[in-house]
């Protein structure tokens, strides 16, 4: 087992290096990068006003048709009029004055020491960025994942043992109706009749935790970190329940009618036997395999408009707004890191087939 770990761990690398590399180059020849935004807000801010302060007052004094002249045919759109020395000065800002095989070096070598430089448009250091949105999305990832699971796998192996009963007739329609509806649309919901003021005033409506957070004591704190948790972990949850509890259904229902089962009972096993010593380590790898891209899911794509109805500002709202924005040392920061850890989950979930079935090994494997 520990050279397999080893050989994933080996693999990670060039995983890593395709889907950058496939994704750096696919962004940067994508219009509309900060270049041209830049541009376009010079033209929206007047360009009197604006080429004085990028360029310092350089183009003061130069007639509309002058500046013209002077830009030529730029490979920027709106860019018509501009001066361009000003170009030239937005291109140095953004990192553009430099070819894009050399920027792409650059960026393969500062990732490699985790130096993911700064935003473009913030101001502040990409890592700075992420490590403050991080505990808001660790908070919804983990405890979104952690209630679904630990929900959904005793209700499917439950709805797998008394399947066609009414238990299991109601339960599958309402993980179902969970999973028709759309998240945002139950937040919203959630927050018109239980912090809107309109019926409810029960829960908080902004935030992780409250304004006089560090004034209140440690269980004090808790509770308030939790009861900020309640409506939007709801909101995310509400439709998870319905791909796991039919898997795991399906799993156990699936493993239950084989022979080996059929074996067992004849011994004289008990139900209760049969079901956690045979069955149970069986159908579990099926749930298990799926739970990387469940997590990742949860952590990080599941909960974009559950920051911004809550007011909530954690990395998927930070990755959506730098993709709106073309800020690319974000872009490629929030991808690398996502990357990197759904590898990682990836070989966890592997370890976690060895743990429950023992008869699984990965020595053999490449």
Do not use: C
Not at 114 to 121: R, V
Not at 216 to 221: G, I, N, R, T, W
Not at 336 to 357: C, E, H
């Amino acid at each position: 087992m520990a050279a397999y770990m080893v050989r994933r761990l080996l693999l990670i690398i060039p995983t890593l290096w395709a889907i950058i590399t496939i994704n750096f180059f696919i962004v940067q020849i994508a219009p509309g990068g900060p270049v041209d935004q830049a541009i376009a807000d010079m033209q929206g801010l007047g360009q009197n006003s604006a080429v004085q302060r990028i360029s310092g007052g350089q183009s003061q004094g130069l007639g509309q048709g002058d500046r013209a002249r002077q830009s030529g045919a730029s490979a920027y759109r709106g860019a018509r009029g501009l001066d361009p020395e000003v170009i030239a000065e937005i291109e140095k800002r953004y990192g553009f004055d430099k070819p894009i095989g050399l920027r792409y070096l650059d960026m393969l070598k500062n990732y490699a020491a985790f130096n993911f430089g700064d935003s473009l448009f913030r101001g502040r250091s990409v890592l700075d960025l992420i490590v403050e949105r991080l505990p808001v999305s660790l908070s919804l990832g983990l405890w979104s994942t952690l209630i679904i699971y630990l929900v959904s796998i005793p209700l499917g192996i439950k709805k797998a043992v008394n399947n066609g009963s009414p238990f299991d007739l109601w339960t599958s329609t309402a993980v179902i109706l969970g999973n028709a509806i759309p998240s945002f649309l139950f937040a919203v919901l959630l927050v018109v009749i239980f912090s809107g003021g309109s019926f409810l005033k029960v829960f908080p409506l902004r935030g992780l935790v409250s304004v006089n957070f560090a004034e209140l004591s440690v269980p004090a704190q808790i509770l308030d970190y939790l009861w900020h948790l309640v409506l939007p972990i709801t909101a995310i949850t509400i439709g998870g329940f319905a791909t796991l509890t039919m898997l795991t259904k399906n799993s156990f229902l699936d493993e239950i009618h084989k022979q080996y089962v059929m074996t067992a009972r004849a011994k004289g096993l008990t139900e209760k036997r049969i079901l956690l010593g045979h069955v149970f380590r069986n159908a579990m790898l099926i749930v298990i395999a799926g739970f990387p891209a469940a997590f990742i899911s949860m952590f990080f794509t599941g909960s974009v408009l559950i920051e911004v109805i809550f007011s909530l500002e954690g990395l998927g709202l930070l990755g959506f707004e730098s993709t709106m924005q073309r800020d690319y040392p974000v872009i490629f920061a929030t991808l690398y890191i996502f990357t990197l850890m759904g590898l990682l989950l990836s070989l966890l979930s592997d370890v976690l087939y060895t743990i429950i079935d023992p008869r699984i090994t990965f020595e053999a494997q490449v």
